[in-house]
C-alpha cells in the first residue's frame, strides 16, 4: 500500500507521511496545547510538519496557524514539547 500523503503546515508542500511529524491537540489547563505524536497515538484531528526542517517548524507553531489547522475558535494554544 502506498504510504499516505500529508500537508506540511509550515510549507504547504505534500510529502510521504514518513518526512513529517504528526502533531496532536490535547486540553490544556487554560485553553490547548499542541504536542508531538510520534506514536501517533492521539486520537482526533492531527497535523504535520516537516521532520528535519527547523524553518518549517517556526511557521508551523505560530498560534495562529495551529489554530487554524486545528479549527480551534475557544481559547488559546500553545506549543508544548517534552
Ligand atoms: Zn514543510
Do not use: H
Not at 502533531?23 to 484531528?45: N, Q, T, Y
Amino acid at each position: 500500500m502506498a504510504e499516505p500523503i500529508r500537508s506540511c503546515l509550515g510549507c504547504k508542500g505534500r510529502f510521504p507521511q514518513s518526512q513529517l511529524r504528526r502533531l496532536a491537540l490535547r486540553k490544556a489547563p487554560l485553553g490547548w496545547a499542541v504536542v508531538f505524536d510520534d506514536a501517533r497515538a492521539i486520537p482526533g484531528r492531527g497535523a504535520w510538519v516537516c521532520r528535519d526542517n527547523q524553518l518549517c517548524q517556526e511557521r508551523a507553531f505560530k498560534p495562529a496557524r495551529l489554530a487554524g489547522a486545528f479549527k480551534i475558535k475557544d481559547g488559546p494554544v500553545r506549543l508544548m514539547t517534552g
